[in-house]
């Protein structure tokens, strides 16, 4: 199969409503280039002609098919790019061209426990809780909740693991994720983990375990009714999020789901289907564009808040559990980045001296990051449709960072595609992806 020219499309959009003025690359007649240079109401851009021609190289460099961007400032001020194609014969990569997040969709289960709790504690939800469970929060245990479903080898696991250990992954029980397959269930999932040895004890240390975010999802179901019919009803809806589904067919029938590539450059199917959504729909089951990203980040930059209705998507107590660290995934930092820590479905950290929460996502054919600067006013959406991508998950993100506020890092390198290997390996750490498992999410 052959590798899309990259070459055919190049395009970065600032989004005012000043007079536009063409500038000159390798651009498909059908989009517009917008002038990227100088500042716009007191902000600086970030997608540049610098910045795409580096784009275009580094895209070059790593196989990377397609590659859509965002970049949002306060005041509504936004900037789109994108560049490479979304299939095979050529057809351009735009800002609604959908992508499947991986974990990247960790922030929409949190978020939905968050509101749970938050229907719960002012009587909204009246499902009733377990004899004996008076209340539904963070501090909740699972064996309270699920006293059929939840069974773990270590005694004091089964006793005390809370709401909050499971999705800030302090469960004790590591990723096991040739422990389930396509055929299996929610309810399947969350039995298997009676089986599943852990690696250390609750709370001794964070372990990245995507089976936890099935877990909250089979939680949410429980109690809500269909987990995404309610990240539906009480996310994307309220946000316009049109397009944002968690349906594979639904997306491909679209016409708007980008095709997918493995890492050196074969294309492969779509990993997710209709017949497995359910089980990953927790854990990186999302499948959305840089185009309605924006609607989801800028209620992210603004507390919770939907900027454009006033209305509160996240309630405040929920935005700020699940965006502060309980969890430290580093306890050592360098002269670019801070100790970092992971809230729910979230990682915290600093890099170069600003406040930077993020997730990346990594299934086959996917690379995905979301970032917000809370004090700075800045978010960043990156989706691309090649695995396993240092450049649109960490050199890209951080890159905008030190152009936006004219930073430079002590160490600035480039991975060349021969470090492959320690590339995985690096990304594996980081981020807390595994390299031996099927679907890394």
């Known amino acids: 199969m052959r590798f899309p020219n990259l070459a055919s499309t190049a395009t970065a959009v600032w989004l005012t409503t000043l007079t536009t003025t063409h500038v000159s690359c390798h651009a498909d007649p059908a989009q517009t280039i917008f002038d990227s240079t100088g500042p716009v109401?007191?902000?600086k851009k970030a997608i540049t002609p610098e910045l795409a021609r580096d784009i275009e190289a580094?895209?070059?460099r790593d196989k990377i098919p397609g590659l859509a961007l965002g970049?949002?400032?306060?005041?509504?001020?936004?900037?789109?790019?994108a560049w490479g194609?979304?299939?095979?014969?050529?057809?351009?990569?735009?800002?609604?061209?959908?992508?499947?997040?991986?974990?990247?969709s960790k922030a929409f289960l949190s978020a939905s426990m968050g509101i749970l709790i938050d229907d719960y504690a002012h009587g909204r939800n009246t499902t009733p809780l377990p004899a004996g469970v008076d209340t539904f929060d963070w501090d909740t245990k699972i064996k309270a909740l699920l006293p059929e479903d939840w069974a773990?080898?270590?005694k004091w696991a089964n006793e005390k693991v809370s709401l909050k250990d499971i999705l800030s992954h302090i469960s004790g029980i590591p990723r096991h994720d040739f422990s389930y397959g396509p055929n299996d269930t929610l309810p399947d999932a969350v039995r298997k983990l009676q089986h599943l040895r852990p690696a250390f004890e609750l709370r001794e240390k964070w372990s990245y375990n995507n089976m936890m975010y099935m877990l909250g999802a089979h939680l949410i179901a429980t109690y809500a009714g269909s987990y995404a019919r309610f990240v539906e009803e009480r996310i994307w809806t309220p946000l316009n999020m049109t397009s944002t589904t968690y349906s594979p067919s639904k997306a491909a029938a679209s016409g708007k789901l980008t095709q997918s590539w493995i890492t050196f450059g074969r294309r492969i199917p779509t990993w997710h289907t209709d017949a497995t959504i359910d089980l990953n729909q927790g854990p990186g089951g999302v499948i959305s564009s840089v185009e309605d990203l924006e609607k989801w980040v800028r209620t992210l930059m603004n507390g919770g808040v939907d900027p454009r209705t006033n209305k509160t998507i996240i309630p405040p107590s929920a935005f700020a559990a699940v965006t502060s660290a309980q969890a430290i995934i580093s306890g050592t930092g360098d002269g670019n980045e801070s100790i970092s820590g992971y809230g729910m479905g979230w990682m915290r950290s600093s890099y170069l001296g600003h406040d930077v929460v993020e997730h990346s996502g990594g299934i086959p054919g996917f690379s995905t990051q979301i970032a917000f600067l809370p004090s700075s006013g800045i978010g960043i959406v990156a989706l691309s449709n090649a695995d396993m991508k240092f450049f649109p998950i960490v050199e890209l993100p951080q890159r905008i960072i030190r152009d936006i506020?004219?930073?430079?890092?002590?160490?600035?390198?480039?991975?060349?595609p021969s470090a492959a290997p320690n590339l995985s390996e690096r990304l594996a750490t980081a981020r807390g992806e595994s390299i031996s498992a099927p679907p890394p999410l």
Not at 71 to 81: M, N, T, Y
Not at 94 to 102: P, Q, Y
Request: hydrophobic content about 40%; cysteine-free; proline content about 4%.
């Open 41 to 43: 109401q007191g902000y």
């Open 58 to 60: 580094a895209m070059r």
């Open 71 to 81: 970049v949002f400032h306060r005041d509504g001020i936004s900037e789109f790019g």
């Open 85 to 104: 194609s979304k299939t095979e014969e050529g057809e351009a990569v735009n800002k609604d061209t959908l992508f499947i997040l991986a974990s990247v």
């Open 152 to 154: 773990p080898m270590d």
């Open 405 to 416: 506020y004219n930073l430079t890092a002590s160490t600035v390198t480039a991975p060349a």
